[in-house]
């Protein structure tokens, strides 16, 4: 296994989001190599504690060993943060002061082809975050009619070309099982106009974008987390959520407002009358994007924005 690296965007932005406090409690629900982590425990005093959790086996291996030094101030748990509640609970910890969630795939399982994220490098069809997971992108690829495949790609991966790249998946599966991440690249390739294919970018992205997506139920996970998240800081605590493109940063854009203002009332009504209150507010009208400086030095964080939600 190849060492997990991975280098945390928006860093210094998000630290400074969360005001971390030295006795705080703190939950950091998309741990990976632990870098966010780790800057957050640098500010904690002795009765501060951070829980981290991460679904994969390698991220909490990871950060295990980062966050060494730390010792028990520090409690890893393999989960899917959308369990984070429960996870709390048998741990015994109720309000915290702080939550992050860095959403999305990291570097070292794109660049370990034996996990089957990347569309550069042959592997097998996988992309499942958490390897204990039944559903892998192979099963949805050979599995799901053309129709589902077509919704998937155009939904999840905004593809313009999606309905011709599942046309051609189902055909290809007709002569054998796609097995092999290069095997579905070359398909996608030949399913999208060759103008596409030579003008930059590469033609598999969106529909390897989709296939993790609908592998991982990464949307469904977040959009069922964020209100529980929000109702389980304390007064002023923190909620900060990375997102690395469009799909995701929508729904956290619309939870955050729908948390700052739930009233249903119609808008010509004096007064509200369906008693939702407001449970905070939003720190970031427009997200918090990354340098010039930190995109030149890592091109990963090209496409990630940062909200901030603060309860009340």
Do not use: W
């Amino acid at each position: 296994m190849m060492a997990f690296v991975h280098k945390s965007v928006l860093l210094q932005e998000t630290i400074d989001a969360l005001q971390v406090k030295p006795d705080g409690v703190y939950v950091d629900g998309t741990l990976g190599g632990g870098g966010h982590s780790y800057e957050i425990c640098r500010r904690l005093g002795p009765l501060g504690r951070l829980v981290g959790i991460d679904q994969d086996e390698a991220a909490i291996l990871a950060a295990g060993e980062r966050l060494r030094a730390f010792g028990e101030q520090v409690t890893l748990v393999r989960d899917n943060y959308v369990n984070f509640a429960e996870v709390l609970n048998r741990l015994g910890v109720g309000e915290v002061d702080g939550i992050l969630l860095d959403i999305g795939v990291s570097s070292y399982q794109i660049d370990t082809a034996s996990r089957g994220f990347s569309y550069k490098e042959d592997g097998p069809l996988d992309m499942r975050m958490d390897t204990r997971s039944h559903l892998t992108a192979g099963d949805i690829v050979n599995g799901y009619e053309e129709r589902e495949l077509f919704h998937v790609i155009r939904d999840y991966g905004e593809d313009p070309f999606a309905k011709n790249i599942a046309k051609h998946i189902v055909k290809a599966r007709e002569q054998s099982p796609i097995e092999t991440t290069g095997r579905l690249t070359e398909i996608i390739r030949q399913a999208v106009p060759a103008r596409v294919r030579n003008a930059g970018g590469h033609p598999a992205k969106r529909t390897f974008q989709a296939l993790r997506i609908e592998c991982n139920r990464e949307l469904a996970v977040l959009e069922a987390s964020l209100d529980e998240m929000i109702a389980r800081l304390k007064p002023n605590g923190r909620l900060a959520v990375i997102t690395f493109h469009s799909l995701e940063d929508r729904i956290v854009k619309n939870k955050f407002r729908e948390n700052e203002n739930p009233c249903v009332c119609p808008p010509d009504f004096p007064v509200c009358v369906c008693g939702r209150k407001s449970r905070g507010r939003v720190i970031t009208r427009k997200p918090v994007i990354p340098t010039k400086e930190e995109y030149e030095e890592n091109k990963r964080a090209k496409s990630s924005k940062l909200r901030i939600f603060e309860h009340i």
